[in-house]
């Protein structure tokens, strides 16, 4: 498979908008986020890039203002406030690094890597922001022009830096992976996440990036809600929410809401049965204990107490006893949340295997409702 980690990532966060972007092929215009980033990475691609004199902060802001686009964004307070971030980013990044002293190694360094599996072999490209030299090594940086400031545990768990450590020991193949920082750079926080990785590290982060790409060789890419599909360009024809765009005027839009108005009235009311129900059994079962009796008549029906018991087996004398008659197998059953955890924790090769081994016994559907 040919792949990057900006694909494996879109899987993670939803399978479908995956088959959307990577094999359907399906092009959607360019969000005001996606702008944003693109002209920020630009700029700062621009500031520290020169031959002899670098750039000067008036400079690269007049670089970022050229380059604006101001018709991307949906209204004028919104452009107006992304651009205003974008200008202190920029003043923000000059006024707490050294740019006249960072040994810049490459900037936005493509790369293609190949990772294998015991069946076959994987390429994933991509393009690392910045390589500096250091006192001992390299840094690897990705700029991230997020909101949020996540955890540590972000940089130490990535498997995007992963991805570019391995790029940059495919460059410099006498570089011990002790030897490079990986740093995730949240331009809006003028904050720095870094982290390095072991040897040990590597292996196992390898085959947490294989099984991403076998999950995805065995997926139906279904639909994945999140947060995210707030700023999702897929929306129009996705099944989680291209109803929301359908037009007023056709006729079933109406009857549609009705349907959906008509739900929400019946499980209010059957949630007030529910509770009335259960008031009722309560006092039903004090009246029972109360005069010690195990049926209570009415009109015309009447309520019995019906006591049941639940046993639970020793399994290890269970297992003996089977075991003995040659019958244990006969027995067994596999607890699929406990295989789950297990098969996190087998190679991606022995998760392939039992992915398999799995098919559809039944499929049903059940109805979740929350505000729109």
């Not at 008036?58 to 604006?68: A, C, R, V």
């Not at 020991?169 to 002790?178: G, H, I, N, V």
């Not at 209010?268 to 008031?279: F, N, P």
Request: include cysteine; proline fraction near 3%; hydrophobic fraction near 35%.
């Amino acid at each position: 498979m040919n792949t990057s980690f900006s694909a494996l990532e879109t899987f993670q966060n939803c399978p479908l908008k995956y088959k959307f972007s990577q094999i359907d092929k399906i092009k959607i215009p360019q969000s005001p986020e996606a702008f944003f980033g693109t002209i920020v990475h630009s700029t700062l691609k621009f500031a520290l890039s020169g031959s002899f004199v670098l750039p000067t902060l008036k400079d690269s802001l007049e670089y970022f203002s050229t380059h604006w686009n101001s018709e991307i964004f949906e209204n004028e307070l919104t452009e107006r406030s992304a651009f205003a971030q974008g200008i202190k980013i920029i003043q923000d990044f000059y006024q707490h690094n050294d740019i006249e002293n960072t040994k810049i190694v490459d900037l936005e360094s493509r790369f293609a890597i190949e990772i294998k599996d015991q069946k076959e072999s994987h390429i994933i490209s991509g393009i690392i922001d910045r390589i500096d030299r250091t006192a001992d090594g390299y840094e690897i940086i990705d700029y991230k022009t997020t909101r949020k400031l996540p955890a540590q545990e972000n940089a130490n768990t990535s498997l995007q830096l992963l991805i570019y450590l391995l790029a940059l020991l495919k460059r410099y193949p006498d570089t011990p992976p002790e030897k490079v920082t990986l740093s995730l750079y949240y331009l809006k926080h003028s904050t720095k996440l870094s982290t390095k990785k072991t040897e040990k590290q590597i292996e196992a982060e390898k085959n947490m990036v294989l099984d991403i790409i076998h999950q995805i060789k065995n997926s139906s890419f279904e639909a994945k809600l999140s947060p995210l599909c707030d700023w999702c360009g897929y929306q129009k024809i996705c099944p989680m929410w291209k109803h929301k765009f359908v037009s007023q005027e056709k006729p079933e839009t109406k009857s549609q809401k009705e349907l959906v108005n008509a739900y929400v009235v019946a499980l209010e009311k059957s949630k007030l049965i529910k509770e009335e129900i259960a008031k009722l059994q309560e006092s039903i079962t004090k009246l029972m204990e109360q005069e010690q009796i195990e049926r209570i008549f009415g009109d015309n029906f009447i309520i019995s107490k019906i006591g049941r018991k639940t046993y639970k087996y020793d399994e290890d004398k269970i297992k003996s006893i089977l075991s003995e008659y040659g019958r244990l197998m006969e027995a067994m059953k596999i607890d699929q949340t406990k295989l789950k955890k297990v098969v996190q924790t087998l190679p991606p090769t022995a998760k392939n295997s039992i992915e398999n081994a799995r098919y559809l016994e039944k499929e049903s559907f059940t109805l979740s409702l929350k505000k729109a």
